[in-house]
């Protein structure tokens, strides 16, 4: 998800993407992410003969599950380097022969210029975070960067706007001494979702350490809408797959 900013603001702040959420994602939803990563794309990654490509990779959970499922390189896009600062971190810790196979990219996918490089993409935690003119420039870079019968597996971005406003409280963790935790609230504003997210660190006393909140925005779309627009590239719905939080397709010709 891409940080609300000021006009002011905004040459500080495209250096600093995530610049909060970054110390808190893996230790507060780390782990269930890497849960639902497995079960949502490992199938597919595991059959992939050519190349694996994480969009918008974040702090790696996508791409690390790639490099241990398949035995292609992998390419992961990340172009915050909040996120690409832990990404590097966990890809350090990895056996050279792991490292040797995966490429990441300090670029948003469409300045990237990949291209033939995957069968098989993976979009995940991304598409809500994507403004419509983002989208647009994501959809032919796409089919650009897969070769023809190549497989896209986007996560969908909620399809509506929140009726209300919706907190969503993530679970505690403790670090030695210290619990972390944190809260998403979800509410709409003029057609785009708006989401805080409020983090903190209590000290064993139980006293606030620190206290954090990154907001971003959200644009909602439905399954079909996602699917019209890539049906403009040449993608076409993978049949059998009806997962409701993923749309799966096949690049069909580019």
Do not use: K
């Amino acid at each position: 998800m891409r940080p609300v900013v000021s006009r002011e603001s905004t040459v500080r702040t495209l250096r600093d993407d995530y610049a909060v959420s970054a110390e808190f994602y893996d230790i507060l939803q780390g782990r269930q992410d890497a849960i639902r990563v497995r079960r949502l794309y490992s199938r597919d990654v595991a059959n992939a003969r050519l190349g694996v490509l994480d969009v918008g990779a974040g702090t790696g959970c996508v791409t690390l599950m790639s490099l241990l499922a398949s035995r292609v390189g992998v390419h992961a896009v990340e172009p915050a380097r909040a996120m690409r600062t832990p990404l590097m971190t966990r890809l350090a810790s990895l056996p050279a022969e792991l490292r040797e196979r995966v490429t990441v990219h300090p670029h948003t996918l469409d300045e990237a210029g990949l291209h033939g490089i995957a069968d098989v993409a993976v979009c995940h935690n991304t598409i809500a975070s994507l403004a419509p003119a983002a989208r647009g420039a994501l959809w032919p870079a796409l089919a650009q960067a897969l070769v023809p019968g190549g497989s896209l597996l986007l996560q969908l971005p909620p399809a509506h706007l929140p009726d209300e406003e919706t907190v969503r409280v993530l679970p505690g963790q403790r670090v030695g001494q210290h619990e972390y935790g944190g809260r998403m609230v979800l509410s709409a504003d003029r057609g785009r979702i708006h989401t805080r997210f409020d983090y903190w660190v209590r000290g064993a006393e139980g006293g606030v350490l620190q206290e954090h909140t990154e907001t971003f925005w959200m644009w909602p779309a439905s399954r079909a809408e996602i699917a019209g627009d890539l049906a403009e590239h040449g993608f076409v719905p993978l049949p059998g797959r009806d997962d409701p939080a993923v749309l799966a397709l096949t690049l069909t010709q580019w």
